[in-house]
């Protein structure tokens, strides 16, 4: 792949990446997320179009305008969720992507192949069973057998053991080697450094879609990767009051959650809050972050464990029970969560709020105080907007944010669960917000910050946590010296966290 | 090779949404106009018949006006469904159900009570009826996750045999011989109309208040606010802390309560008795949802475009007499009409942009 470039609304996912593979060779594809990793194998795929920029195979440039021409091209991909049909079984799933499915009786011929192939790569698996009764590992390896079946002579897995459980990863590796000794080329995308060491030949490391690093397995380690993913030298920055953390506000105990796919997202995590005190969260995205935000403001069941609030028990407890107790939440989806879209800017201002007797009489919500309140937070979070009789899916994405921040920070709450609370906002509007937190922290509230952003967590927080696969890697002060190896606690090296 | 992607549209203005609707119903009108060339008939004169049988005379202006008024109550119950998305198909059973309620307490209690009593206790059954009928697909979707579509749908043909049984059997009138049906209501149980027609005007009356408190509700209320967030992101709605099943629950029993009350008016202001489904209710619970949709939803409009629909269904009859098509040319009409109602809502929510390449 040569100068790729890609934007999106203007934001570059992928500038100038220039990118090769060799046959019997696995390229490992490094990156926070929102590097730019997934688009642009979504180019190679064909499932997007480069805005610049040519690929070639074998030397010759190609042009691949969907998946289908990059199936004939020898490319497969296993994406990161899967693509096959729950109710069917195993073969006919792979029947239905095989490109020589004969029309009539498909399964019969169909059937020898498949059980060839099974038997080269070693693959244990009864091919009449249903897909939705297989575990995330058997499924992956029907996607992989698809890929394969069609000619696939370079396979494309994005994050393949983000859904595997260890054993399972074991097999994907074991199976990606003999691949690989067969001569069939691999890109491997993930943000999990032991991975990329223990599977990869080379690493290409992408940072906000540019390439900042390539690097042989053999010649570097795990150290190095993590600061060329992370970009920097952690570099610790004070410049808000010292402050002394106050009573108790919020008590975590030993809570578990289940995610989305019906795996566990939360395994046991403890921690405390304080008045005053900006407690962050750090961790590459989907380690179960989102899950710990949710079941602490009351959107997802919490299985066991506890959560209180000022000594009250709050655990599943309803969203507006958990609100009314003091706790504002900035979801991580905000627009699946956190707007109604095709309702206006001041409807969506009170989302939270419009059963407080402020904005509601009896039955009646009180309209004129609804506007007034959308106005002060327009104007102090400086929402572009020419309206508030706006609808907010006509607002950018930062403006949204901007919105939604307002509403949540405005009522001074106890507790602020902020996910991501900067992302997306420009270098004003975040430094604006940052303040805003610190505002927050010195009033005697405390903030409960998710952050990617190391710069962010660094700044604003006076206790870190990392998370990782659920758990919690370590809880550090501001003045720990481990701070140096966060980026390797980030992606799961529990040896550093030793103490 | 043409290629057409679509985007959202942002700018969606007042004056857009009406022209959208205009042309949607001219394009609507012109393809019916193509079924009424196959059938043989001058699409202009038949179109013409349609409106001047409807609007264009007093006698036509009084039958649209009756039966504007079931579409109306039950048209702005659904656009409080619909703005939930909660795809109420069952009004037509709900209608039915109040039906019976109604004529229930009619004839138990209307001998003994005078009008100023029994008219309202019926119109209370009536609703409860329609209410406990629109409640049941609530719980099932909410605790059970069963589709409402399929439901609702089912719901109507339930109530319809039960209906019919109550008529055939138990409730069947000594009256009545050779035919199904319930003793006539007491005079004390029969709404009065306008003379010389069939306007019911008490169950008018009703209706348009409704229409009004409902527009109340939906745009100024705590519970309307919440009915918007519910329809447009459940998971704003679960994220606000709002209790998904009450707000179901209160939303359907005012979308059955209204179609109940439009079964009252049928039987009370028309009928007099309880006779087979079909002919209590002629698809006013599946016509209303065109109403709803034609009044974008807002249950004020749905007093206008009950009005329009009305005239429709009285149109077809006059063009079935005058032009002797059969009886399903008018709901060939209104279904080509809500067909093009709602493609014109894709469009007004979406811009299409056709680009020509070389390839």
Not at chain 1, 143 to 159: C, Q, S, Y
Not at chain 1, 232 to 259: A, M, Y
Request: glycine share 10%; with cysteine.
């Amino acid at each position: 792949m040569r100068d790729i470039c890609k934007s999106f609304h203007g934001i570059h996912a992928n500038r100038d990446i220039n990118l090769h593979v060799k046959s019997g060779e696995i390229l490992g594809l490094l990156g926070e997320n929102g590097a730019g990793k997934t688009t642009l194998m979504n180019i190679l795929y064909g499932l997007y179009q480069p805005d610049s920029g040519q690929i070639k195979i074998n030397g010759s440039p190609i042009r691949i305008s969907n998946p289908v021409e990059s199936i004939t091209h020898g490319i497969g991909m296993v994406h990161q969720h899967f693509m096959l049909i729950q109710n069917h079984s195993v073969l006919e799933n792979i029947a239905l992507g095989y490109k020589d499915t004969p029309f009539f009786f498909p399964k019969v011929k169909l059937r020898k192949r498949v059980e060839e192939f099974s038997k080269q790569f070693d693959f244990k698996m009864d091919l009449d069973q249903r897909v939705w009764q297989l575990s995330a590992g058997e499924q992956q390896r029907i996607e992989i057998i698809k890929a394969l079946l069609n000619g696939a002579d370079l396979l494309i897995l994005d994050e393949p053991t983000s859904v595997l459980t260890p054993v399972e990863i074991k097999e994907l590796i074991s199976i990606l080697r003999q691949m690989k000794a067969e001569g069939h080329m691999i890109i491997f995308i993930s943000h999990k450094l032991d991975e990329i060491m223990d599977i990869c030949d080379r690493v290409t490391v992408l940072q906000k879609g540019q390439i900042v690093g390539h690097a042989d397995t053999a010649d570097t380690d795990k150290k190095a990767l993590a600061r060329m993913m992370v970009g920097r030298d952690v570099v610790f920055n004070i410049d808000k009051e010292k402050l002394t953390p106050g009573k108790r506000i919020l008590s975590v105990q030993d809570i578990h959650v289940t995610g989305d796919k019906g795996m566990p997202a939360v395994k046991g995590i403890s921690f405390e809050l304080f008045e005053n005190e900006i407690f962050g969260i750090a961790g590459v995205a989907g380690n179960g972050q989102r899950e710990l935000a949710e079941a602490i403001t009351g959107i997802r069941k919490i299985n066991s464990g506890s959560v209180w609030m000022n000594g009250k028990d709050i655990t599943n407890k309803s969203p507006r029970h958990i609100y009314d107790n003091g706790v504002s939440h900035v979801p991580e989806e905000r627009i699946r969560f956190g707007i109604a879209p095709g309702l206006f800017l001041y409807d969506n201002a009170i989302l939270k709020q419009h059963h407080l007797k402020k904005f509601s009489k009896r039955y009646f919500l009180k309209y004129s105080q609804v506007k007034n309140h959308t106005k002060t937070i327009i104007s102090d979070f400086k929402v572009a907007t020419h309206s508030i009789n706006n609808q907010i899916r006509n607002l950018s994405g930062g403006n949204i944010q901007k919105l939604i921040l307002g509403r949540e920070i405005s009522e001074q709450p106890r507790l602020l669960v902020a996910s991501h609370p900067t992302y997306g906002l420009d270098v004003g509007a975040t430094q604006f917000l940052r303040e805003h937190l610190l505002e927050l922290r010195k009033q005697g509230s405390s903030v409960l910050l998710f952050s990617e952003d190391l710069e962010e967590i660094f700044a604003l927080c006076d206790r870190v946590a990392v998370i990782f696969a659920g758990e919690f890697m370590g809880i550090l002060n501001s003045d720990d010296k481990r701070l140096s190896d966060i980026g390797l606690m980030m992606a799961g090296s529990k040896e550093s966290v030793s103490i | 090779m043409i290629k057409i992607t679509t985007s959202d549209r942002y700018n969606i203005t007042p004056l857009r949404s009406l022209m959208t609707n205009v042309f949607s119903l001219a394009a609507g009108l012109l393809v019916v106009s193509m079924i009424f060339l196959v059938a043989g008939v001058n699409p202009f004169y038949a179109i013409s018949e349609i409106f001047l049988g409807s609007f264009g005379s007093f006698y036509g202006l009084k039958e649209t006006l009756t039966k504007a008024i079931p579409l109306i109550l039950i048209g702005a119950g659904l656009t409080l469904a619909f703005r939930a998305k909660f795809w109420n198909i069952g009004a037509e059973g709900q209608l039915l159900m109040g039906a019976i309620f109604s004529t229930w307490t009619g004839l138990t209690f209307g001998e003994s009570l005078p009008p100023y009593l029994i008219v309202p206790l019926m119109f209370l059954s009536g609703f409860i009826g329609g209410a406990l009928w629109g409640i049941i697909p609530a719980i099932l979707k909410i605790k059970y996750s069963i589709n409402e579509v399929i439901s609702t749908l089912m719901l109507n043909y339930i109530c319809a045999d039960f209906l019919t049984m109550l008529i055939v059997g138990p409730w069947k009138g000594n009256t009545r011989f050779g035919f199904p049906g319930t003793n006539n209501l007491p005079e004390s149980a029969i709404l009065g109309v306008i003379p010389g027609s069939r306007i019911h005007y008490s169950t008018l009356i009703l209706a348009i208040i409704c229409a009004i408190i409902l527009c109340v509700v939906v745009y100024k209320t705590r519970f309307g606010y919440e009915t918007r967030v519910v329809g447009e992101n459940p998971d704003a709605g679960k994220y606000a802390g709002i209790n998904f099943l009450k707000t179901s629950l209160i939303i359907m029993a005012i979308s059955g309560g209204l179609a109940g009350f439009a079964g009252v008016g049928e039987i009370a202001g028309i009928h007099h008795y309880l006779g087979y489904p079909a002919s209590i209710s002629s698809g006013y619970g599946f016509t209303a949802i065109i109403v709803a949709w034609l009044a974008k939803l807002n249950p004020l409009y749905a007093i206008i475009s009950g009005i329009f629909f009305a005239g429709i269904l009285v149109g077809g009859d006059a063009i079935q007499i005058s032009l002797g098509l059969p009886a399903a040319t008018v709901e060939i009409v209104n279904g080509t009409l809500l067909i093009f109602l709602i493609m014109g809502d894709y469009f007004l929510n979406n811009t299409l942009n056709i680009r020509f390449s070389t390839k």
